[in-house]
């Protein structure tokens, strides 16, 4: 078996009471985690704010990070522990994160510890940089997308500003970024070397009060033509995807040391 590290093991501030983050009272150094910290997190905390940043999370057995899903927030950290037990929570099925707010997990760009010297924590699976969950319990819930693919009902063409949709979709905002696959059946000059992408992602401008009609920020650039048969009758109608969310977890520098997302074990 391999081996995760304990990013966590040697902390430099922890939890003292359930509390919220930005309260210096929560923290047994009676002050804020700041970007170098090692965290350690024994009781419920509730991340409350924009600012939060560290090196290393960690949440122990029978404890809670707990977002909170009536204000915006973003935390940046190198490493998300979630160990045996704890709980790591950014809305519930119940109680998801609105559409209105946003909930934002950035890995930051840190470097991986390949060289076993005893300093820092020798990673050399590289697990590190990332939201990593070892038997624990992860909970995301953000705003609700219905359907997040729904077929077409007719074929988008080149110039339209207009989307006709097989079924009725909500949740779908203004603002929202679409992805329209590229359909082509490509030919041998099309392919390799030459290959020069069509898909697109047109931003949502409106959404009919049917819920079966989008319309488009801006005109589309390529067709996006359905599947036919021998004889030149239509099969079936491509699909267009929904791809904005409120709550993100991504890479500080997807040019640098890349986040990831690991739930492993019986998590």
Wanted: hydrophobic fraction near 35%; avoid cysteine; charged fraction near 20%.
């Amino acid at each position: 078996h391999d081996t995760i590290p304990n990013y966590a093991k040697t902390h430099t501030i922890q939890s003292a009471k359930d509390g919220t983050w930005s309260d210096p009272s929560t923290w047994n150094l009676n002050r804020v985690p700041n970007a170098s910290d090692i965290v350690a997190i024994s009781h419920t905390v509730t991340y409350d704010t924009t600012a939060g940043i560290a090196e290393v999370i960690g949440i122990d057995a029978n404890a809670t990070l707990r977002f909170r899903t009536d204000v915006t927030t973003r935390l940046q950290v190198g490493t998300l522990l979630v160990m045996p037990g704890g709980t790591l929570e950014l809305g519930t099925e119940a109680n998801p994160l609105p559409a209105a707010l946003t909930a934002e997990l950035i890995i930051r760009n840190r470097p991986l510890d390949l060289t076993n010297d005893g300093v820092g924590v020798y990673d050399p699976k590289q697990y590190g940089t990332g939201l990593l969950a070892v038997d624990g319990t992860v909970r995301m819930h953000g705003a609700v997308k219905s359907p997040t693919i729904v077929r077409l009902a007719r074929e988008p063409r080149a110039g339209d500003t207009t989307l006709l949709l097989e079924q009725t979709v909500s949740g779908w905002q203004s603002g929202d970024r679409l992805i329209l696959p590229d359909t082509r059946h490509l030919k041998g000059g099309e392919v390799g070397s030459n290959f020069v992408p069509q898909w697109e992602e047109p931003v949502l401008q409106s959404v009919s009060p049917d819920g079966r009609t989008l319309t488009l920020a801006s005109a589309l650039r390529f067709d996006h033509l359905g599947a036919r048969d021998g004889d030149g009758v239509l099969d079936f109608l491509p699909h267009v995807g929904h791809l904005t969310r409120n709550l993100l977890i991504r890479s500080e520098n997807p040019g640098g040391t890349r986040g990831h997302i690991l739930v492993t074990h019986r998590s």
